[in-house]
Each structure stands twice: as C-alpha cells, then as structure tokens.
C-alpha cells in the first residue's frame, strides 16, 4: 500500500524532467526477475497518477497523493525517532518541505547515476579499442562502474540515517551504518531473486502463485534491514556510553527522580555560573548512564516546562536551560512537575476513598514543601 503513492510521486517528477521510461528501466534492473509484478506495480503507480492529475478532482487527487506520500515518511521518521529516543516529530512545514525535497531529489539523483555510469562505461570502452595500453586500465575501470548500484544503494541508506531522525546524527555513524545495511540489503535481494528463480525453474505455476507473497516477505525484509541500520547507527554514535544499554521503561521512578534531580542540578549550576549551557553529551559524561534513559527523561522535564532546550549550529546537540528562574526550583518543585506532567483526568467514579487519596497525596507535598531539605537546587 505504502509503494504505490511513492512511486506515483517519483514517476510524477521523474515526467516532468523527461526521465519516466529511464526510471522505470532503473527500478525493473533492481529486481528483474519480477519485471512482470514491478510491471504491475508501475502501472498502478502510474495510474494514480493519472487519476490525480486529471478531470475535476485534479486539486483534490494531488493533495491526497502529496498527503499520503507525507504519511508514509513521516511513519519512517517516526521509527526512527523511537530508535534515537525522540518524542518530539518535525513540524508539519518542516515535514512538507523535507520530505518533498526527497522525493524531488532522490529520483533525479538515481536516473543521473545511472546516465552517468552508462556514458562512462561507454567512453571506456571506445577508450580502449583506440588504444591497447588501456585494457588492463579500462577492466578495472569497468570492475569499479559495476559497483555502482552498490554505492548508489549505501548512499541512498547513508542518506535515510541521517536525514530521516529528528536530531542531528554524525556523518561517520550514518556512512557505516548506510554500508552495513546497504550490503546486507543486497545480499537479500539476491538471497531473493536467487529463491524465487529456484521457484520458477522448479515449477512454472507454483512458482508464479508463490511470487507476490515471496515479493512481500522480501519487501518487510528490507524494511527490518532498514530498522537494523537504524540501529547500528544509534549504537555507533552513543557507543562510549551504551556499552550497558538498557529498555528505559525498566527504570524505576525512583531512580528517574534522582536522574533528573542531577541534571537539573548540573544545568543549573552551570547557568549559575554563567557557563555554557550543557549538551546532551556533556550530560552524558557527567552521569555515566546510556542515552536512551537520558533522553527518556530530558524529554520528560522539557514536557514538565521546567527545562528547556535550544539549538545552534555549533553544537550537534540541543544545550539545556533553566526554564524558570532557578529561586523557584528546588527539589519538591521539580518532583512534583515531573509526577504532573501530562493528563490529569481520568474517567474513574468519585469515591469517599478517592476522595480521602487527594487529600492524602496533597498533604504530602504541602510536607514536602515545608520541609527545611526541600532546598534550592542552586544552594546544593
């Protein structure tokens, strides 16, 4: 369901440049064994496009292919942000922009690639039948070109890794994931072409039928490959301090309260001081604990509104301040904006116990906050 409005899009650009039937060509060689189900699914595509560009409900057909096409990236973006740890998406302007970005640049990128490669081989070859020196160079030169749908597919990975999360990832943690997972992406594509030509030679009719679900166990073996580079580049990048990576859902409350206390701590003696305001990875020294649980609870004070974030050029990162005046946050008070956040209605019956609860939980924190060691975490 997911291929069709992208490929409607990519073919929609790839028209206007004049490069519809190269880049049909370029995705038919990426599995041609399945030239007739790619056919089909070309034909589709094309039809949508078709149906969204013509008669009365052309505006209408356009918005909902722009739409889905939106929503299929933004699921994308949204995977990865749940590998990195971020709870908070690209704007919508943002999504609109980056993501049509993408779609204009990728298909025109995969067709220049292909041109490319052809001239080159092409000029190589006439190369070497005017001159004879130049066939040990121009074989090699040829070996190299035949790397270039491998170098085209780590690219595009490459690309995927570190455009796609919604926080800033180093060049160095998406190239390698991008080779890893483009390398293993095209052992399955043969692993698959290799099974499904097995199938075919076996039996002509079986191996027809099995063609459309080999076709889909293939298509979410690419998309766990994808998610496994994800996460090859998350752990490349946070590799110094996830040596002992854990699920932050198994954290305490506890040992989230004492967590966000010092960071809250460190951020506000830093501001105090009047130094620069603290990193992520700066935290991440200080603590010594994975970045998955950090980022869980950085994410929990932002929401709170008792930190915020801002971000530069200059750092990868988003550096952390107080977002309130440090007097006002001492220990209870962070407490109980951390045990606050979020929703408090809930659809429970009103009891006499209920009732006696909120009293209860409010006399705690009126004790809390009476206490002498509930202080100022600046006098700490």
């Given at each position: 369901l ?10 929609g650009i ?9 880049l ?18 070309i034909?589709?595509?094309q039809n949508?496009?078709?149906?969204a ?7 209408i ?8 096409v939106?929503?299929i ?5 949204q995977?990865f ?12 302007g ?10 204009l ?5 995969m067709?220049?690639?292909?041109s490319?490669?052809v001239?080159?081989?092409?000029q190589?070859?006439q190369?070497?039948e005017?001159?004879?020196l130049?066939?040990?160079?121009s ?28 926080t ?13 997972a483009g390398?293993?992406y095209?052992?399955a594509?043969?692993?698959?072409i290799?099974?499904?030509?097995g199938?075919?030679k ?7 039928f099995?063609a ?6 293939w298509l979410q ?6 998610l496994?580079g ?10 110094d301090?996830n ?5 932050p859902?198994d954290?305490s ?7 966000a206390?010092q960071?809250m701590h460190f951020?506000i003696?830093e ?6 305001p ?9 603590l010594?604990?994975p970045a998955r649980?950090?980022?869980q609870?950085?994410?929990?004070l932002?929401e ?8 530069s050029e200059?750092?990868e990162?988003?550096?952390?301040l107080?977002?309130?005046?440090p007097?006002l ?14 929703k408090?209605e809930?659809?429970?019956p009103e009891?006499?116990a ?5 009293k209860t939980?409010?006399a ?12 100022k975490?600046?006098?700490?």
């Open positions: 997911s291929i069709v409005p992208v490929l409607a899009m990519a073919f790839a028209k206007g440049f004049g490069y519809e039937k190269l049909q060509e370029q995705i038919i060689q990426q599995i041609p064994e399945q030239e007739a189900l790619l056919k089909q699914i034909e589709f595509a949508l496009l078709e149906t560009r013509g008669g009365l409900v052309a505006g057909g356009v918005i909902v292919l722009l739409y889905t939106v929503k990236l933004s699921n994308i973006e995977s942000n749940v590998i990195w740890g971020i709870k908070k998406s690209r704007s919508m943002r999504k609109i922009g980056d993501y049509l970005s993408l779609m640049v990728y298909p025109v990128m067709i220049l690639s292909s490319i490669t001239f080159l081989t092409t190589v070859a190369l070497s005017k001159a004879a130049l066939d040990s160079v074989s090699f030169v040829l070996s190299l070109l035949k790397l270039s749908p491998y170098v085209l597919v780590w690219a595009l990975f490459s690309f995927i890794y570190i455009f796609m999360p919604n800033k990832i180093r060049f160095k943690s998406g190239i390698l994931s991008g080779i890893f390398t293993l095209q052992l594509q043969l692993a698959y290799t099974l499904q030509v199938m075919q076996y039996n002509a009719i079986y191996g027809s099995a459309l679900p080999l076709f889909i166990i073996l690419s998309w766990t490959i994808v496994i994800g996460e090859i580049s998350y752990s490349h990048q946070n590799f301090v040596e002992v990576d854990f699920d859902s954290i409350n506890l040992s989230k309260k004492r967590i206390l960071i951020i003696q501001f105090k001081k009047g130094g620069k603290l990193t992520e990875s700066h935290i991440l020294q200080l010594k604990i649980p950090l980022r609870i950085l994410n929990e932002l709170s509104g008792i930190l915020s974030a801002i971000h200059e750092n990162d988003p550096a952390y107080p977002a309130q005046d007097d946050l001492t220990v209870g008070y962070v407490l109980k904006a951390l045990e606050t956040e979020g408090d809930m659809p429970i009891t006499d209920l009732e006696t609860f909120d939980l409010s705690f924190w009126d004790m809390i906050h009476q206490s002498p060691l509930n202080k975490l600046k006098e700490i």
